[in-house]
């Protein structure tokens, strides 16, 4: 016997889509609405912070990048895997631990470069010219 799958009930997107006649002209989750506004927030916090005064171009400018990354972060987003728990992921990600990577240099000096004398075992033999058969 074959079961149905539960996948239908998943199918079922929340979007708002208005009145009758009156629908706007996009598509949008209802999470969409609250991550834009959270992202659009952080935004205009991080442009006063910088310096950039409140202007038309600025808040163009803000309202394009929220579109942006509100569509780049709810493409990861679906009924298996909600928004705080990629935001945890991102989180946890970030913070954890890594290995040092950083690259040691050292300057060597040459007055303190200890001089080994090579091992007489490791020396190449000497050559004997009169070694090569003039009996």
């Known amino acids: ?26 598509r949008a989750r209802y999470i969409a609405y609250a ?19 409140f202007g038309f171009f600025s808040f163009a400018y803000t309202v ?16 298996d895997r909600p928004v705080l728990s990629v935001v945890a992921a991102f ?10 990577t950083r690259v040691t240099e050292a300057t060597i000096r040459p007055a303190r470069v200890r001089i080994v004398p090579p091992d007489p075992s490791r020396a190449t033999p000497a050559t ?4 090569k058969g003039t009996d």
Do not use: C
């Open 35 to 53: 991550v834009g506004a959270v992202i659009f927030l952080i935004l205009q916090a991080v442009e006063r912070k910088v310096g950039i005064p």
């Open 1 to 26: 016997m074959r079961l149905p799958v539960d996948d239908d009930i998943y199918d079922i997107n929340g979007v708002w889509l208005g009145p009758p006649n009156q629908t706007l002209p996009f």
């Open 91 to 100: 989180a946890h990600e970030v913070g954890a631990p890594r290995q040092l």
């Open 128 to 131: 004997d010219s009169n070694a």
């Open 64 to 79: 394009i990048g929220t579109a942006l990354a509100t569509r780049a972060i709810l493409r990861l987003v679906d009924a």
